[in-house]
T-cell receptor, first 111, second 113 residues
Framework: NAGVTQTPKFQVLKTGQSMTLQCAQDMNHEYMSWYRQDPGMGLRLIHYSVGAGITDQGEVPNGYNVSRSTTEDFPLRLLSAAPSQTSVYFC??????????FGNGTRLTVT | DAKTTQPPSMDCAEGRAANLPCNHSTISGNEYVYWYRQIHSQGPQYIIHGLKNNETNEMASLIITEDRKSSTLILPHATLRDTAVYYCIVRPHYSGATNKLIFGTGTLLAVQP
């Protein structure tokens, strides 16, 4: 198993640009989620999903959209990037009720 | 979900036991205590979890007080590779619960040679 795979590893955007952060897992996990981590801070939950076709908001959802059309993929979309979205983004997955498996992150800079 | 309180940082000598405390005085009966750690720039890694009994696995031991208002994560023989931020999290653990984890700022454990 490859585990949780995040792409790209690094990205630089200009203010107002849009992009999609990719997250894929090959463990057939029902639950998937996105976190952001700002320098010196803990992780904050953006969006999560308990299965294909089901998504919900976390602590800091504004400025981000998600969809879950398959069990394997959970992309995170930034519609109009802002400097405040400069952060490290982590995707995580797990079976429901089990500990999370995290990817290695995408480091995003918005100028 | 109940909140947790952890010291911001701790030091430990290499080869000694590292004891990381966590207060969760508002924990409710169906909430488990989870521990994760994050080594610099990597994604968090699950360590251990428990409800009320002490737990041990290949990575660590978890000691939960009888009133469940606090717990201690023990790394029995800390190595330099254990230097990381350690997060203590409480969350419901039943079949209908989501896996939402609310992270605090954790404890930065620095293992000294």
């Amino acid at each position: 198993n490859a585990g949780v795979t995040q792409t790209p590893k690094f990205q630089v955007l200009k203010t107002g640009q849009s992009m999609t952060l990719q997250c894929a897992q090959d463990m057939n996990h029902e639950y998937m989620s996105w976190y952001r981590q700002d320098p010196g801070m803990g992780l904050r939950l953006i969006h999560y999903s308990v299965g294909a076709g089901i998504t919900d908001q976390g602590e800091v959802p504004n400025g981000y959209n998600v969809s879950r059309s398959t069990t394997e993929d959970f992309p995170l979309r930034l519609l109009s990037a802002a400097p405040s979205q400069t952060s490290v983004y982590f995707c995580a997955s797990s079976p429901l009720g089990s500990p999370l498996h995290f990817g290695n992150g995408t480091r995003l800079t918005v100028t | 979900d109940a909140k947790t309180t952890q010291p911001p940082s701790m030091d430990c000598a290499e080869g000694r036991a590292a004891n990381l405390p966590c207060n969760h005085s508002t924990i409710s009966g169906n909430e488990y205590v989870y521990w994760y750690r994050q080594i610099h720039s990597q994604g968090p890694q699950y360590i251990i979890h428990g409800l009320k009994n002490n737990e041990t696995n290949e990575m660590a031991s978890l000691i939960i007080t009888e009133d469940r208002k606090s717990s201690t994560l023990i790394l029995p023989h800390a190595t330099l590779r254990d230097t990381a931020v350690y997060y203590c999290i409480v969350r419901p653990h039943y079949s209908g619960a989501t896996n939402k984890l609310i992270f605090g700022t954790g404890t930065l454990l620095a293992v000294q040679p």
